[in-house]
């Protein structure tokens, strides 16, 4: 049991139940993410414009580059920026930001995470299946590096951009047009869920592991084995979220017991 008398925050009940949303002062990283929305939604930076880099972003907001580093990886876990190939940051086009926005209108309740889970059941093992045909060298490395950053990811908004990008970047490889932009957008509605599940040493050590196994997959173009994968990945999720939305302690299904950082904070 989470003990919640010394914590700050205000309840809100929705048709799923009772939520408490906490309420902290914001982090350095916060109020550098919270200006770079502002001036993206003002039109300051624009569809398409380069963000200035990171060392002058450190010296214009008073903060260490890391800082700067943990809002960039908010902002491209929010659907407000990309990386483009060559190096660059740059604000994404105005219909990515809409769909972005529409999709954070949904509430993180349960039922909305159980239907979504069900859409991308249906949408990434197709993308891997197909990533397994068509992937170039290029594709392949991108997800090495993408396990690796996951794998070194010191914080919780890291882990989250990370384990985000991991699903984007094997919609990419699929060569299909369409499913890339889909599946991006589709995630943009997972960031809640990414939160909860990565914040579980469960969540990060199976995430890991079945990415890793769904890229060899690909690798070895073994098309079946990586529509499998992903959908056992997706269904494994999919029960380390409902124990955690359900506010109970569940095993996983590699046998491992569900423990947030929250939990361990408190105990």
């Known amino acids: ?3 919640i008398s010394n914590w700050t925050g205000n309840l809100a009940i929705s048709q799923e139940g009772l939520f408490l949303r906490i309420v902290a002062p914001p982090s350095r990283a916060q109020t550098v993410l ?34 700067v580093r943990e ?43 159980h239907d979504l889970m069900a859409v991308r059941g249906v ?15 290029s ?34 490889a699929s060569g299909n047009v369409v499913l890339p932009r889909l599946i991006s957008n589709l995630l943009a509605l997972f960031v809640s869920s990414h939160r909860l599940t990565l914040s579980t040493d469960v969540g990060i050590v199976d995430g890991i592991f079945d990415h890793e196994e769904i890229v060899a997959a690909i690798r070895d173009r073994k098309v079946d084995l990586a529509r499998r994968l992903v959908s056992e990945h997706l269904e494994r999720t999919a029960e380390i979220l409902d ?25």
């Open 243 to 267: 124990a955690l939305m359900t506010d109970r302690v569940a095993a996983s299904p590699r046998g491992r017991t569900v423990t947030s950082e929250i939990d361990k904070q408190q105990t």
């Open 34 to 67: 919270a200006d770079c929305r502002r001036r993206i939604a003002s039109g300051e930076w624009g569809p398409g414009i380069q963000l200035p880099p990171e060392r002058q972003l450190a010296e214009e907001y008073g903060v260490a580059r890391t800082v």
């Open 139 to 172: 594709d392949l490395a991108a997800l090495e590096q993408n396990i690796e950053a996951m794998r070194g990811a010191q914080t919780l908004e890291r882990k989250v951009a990370a384990g985000v990008e991991f699903h984007c970047v094997m919609a990419r």
């Open 1 to 3: 049991m989470i003990d």
């Open 71 to 113: 809002a960039m990886c908010a902002l491209t876990t929010l659907g407000l920026i990309r990386t483009r190939q060559g190096g660059g940051i740059y604000v994404r086009e105005a219909i990515d930001q809409a769909l972005h926005s529409v999709a954070a209108t949904l509430p993180a309740e349960p039922r909305t995470m």
């Open 123 to 137: 949408l990434e093992p197709l993308a891997a299946a197909l990533a397994a045909q068509n992937h170039r060298p």
